[in-house]
């Protein structure tokens, strides 16, 4: 019943934007202690999915939506504005199809997914790049442009970066007029923190961090996948992902983390 409702649904939509809700509120994901950071955004796509489309009525008449929005309402947590100065809200942004537009419309979901209206910090993955080519300033730009036009419009605090070595860290704090306040290194490739890269963030007081995510969180190939597997039949070849966000929110005063999410979207290729 359900499943041929969110097909017909899905069918006639040209986005889609996908959110979980709090992960830690959510009992069939807590009973699962998910391997990698990859599988568990897998593992929160599908039940997302499943759970939304099997509550959709067959009902063939329907509202057809250009923008369908995929959720489940009992894991949808918005924040106290009473308990707001009492918590951080941090986001990483994983930009899937290279176009740095989709960063406003990240944040502003994000913003009203949570009822907020800015976020502490925003980091951005390096978008992707083709195979053979070196990341550069010149490429990171534009993306970094509008995390600055949202910093100068009150919506995000501070803004940061991932995986970036000294020498693009260093030509980016020398150009950016927002400069970063940290960087993400992945112990994965590096054990130690490089010794220059550790010297140069002291002097220009940007916060190193640590991670474990993958260079690709999210491909193409491994969302139709999951799409397909939830919703049978759906052309699932046809919906590319644009990007990834991950929030999570910390009381500030014990460091626990109070929430945690994601918030995807993707577009229907109409060829």
């Known amino acids: 019943m359900g499943t041929e409702g969110a097909r017909a649904l899905l069918e006639r939509a040209g986005t889609l934007t996908l ?23 897998r593992d929160c796509i599908q039940k997302t999915l499943t759970e939304w489309s099997s509550k959709i009525g067959q009902d063939q008449n329907q509202e057809t939506l ?19 100065d009492e918590l951080k ?18 944040v ?21 790049i083709e195979d053979g080519t070196n990341l550069s300033l010149e490429y990171l730009q534009p993306y ?17 970066t991932s995986d970036l070595d000294k020498t693009l860290l260093e030509q980016l704090y020398l150009w950016a007029q927002v400069k970063p306040s940290s960087n993400q290194v992945n112990l994965a490739s590096c054990c130690v923190m490089p010794p220059d ?9 940007i916060q190193l961090l640590t991670h474990n995510d993958p ?12 799409l397909q597997e939830s919703i049978q039949n759906v ?37």
Request: charged share 25%.
């Open 144 to 160: 970094w442009k509008e995390l600055e036009n949202l910093v100068q419009n009150k919506k995000i605090v501070a803004i940061g």
């Open 89 to 106: 809200v941090s986001a990483k942004l994983f930009i899937v199809g290279s176009n740095s537009s989709s960063i406003r419309d990240a």
């Open 66 to 84: 250009e923008v369908l929005e995929c959720s489940v309402a009992q894991a949808i947590e918005k924040i106290n504005p009473e308990e707001r």
């Open 19 to 41: 959110q979980t809700g709090n992960l830690l509120n959510w009992g069939c994901l807590r009973k699962k202690c998910p391997a990698t950071p990859g599988e568990e955004v």
């Open 197 to 205: 890269l550790t010297a140069f963030a002291k002097e220009c007081d």
């Open 215 to 226: 260079k690709e969180l999210l491909c193409e190939a491994s969302f139709q996948e999951v």
């Open 108 to 128: 502003d979901l994000a913003c009203s997914a949570l009822g907020v209206a800015q976020l502490d910090s925003v980091i951005i993955a390096p978008p992707p």
């Open 235 to 271: 052309k699932a070849n046809k919906w590319i992902p644009l990007w990834l966000l991950r929030y999570s929110v910390i009381v500030k005063s014990r460091g626990i983390i109070k929430s945690k999410g994601y918030i995807i979207q993707a577009k229907r290729n109409a060829s």
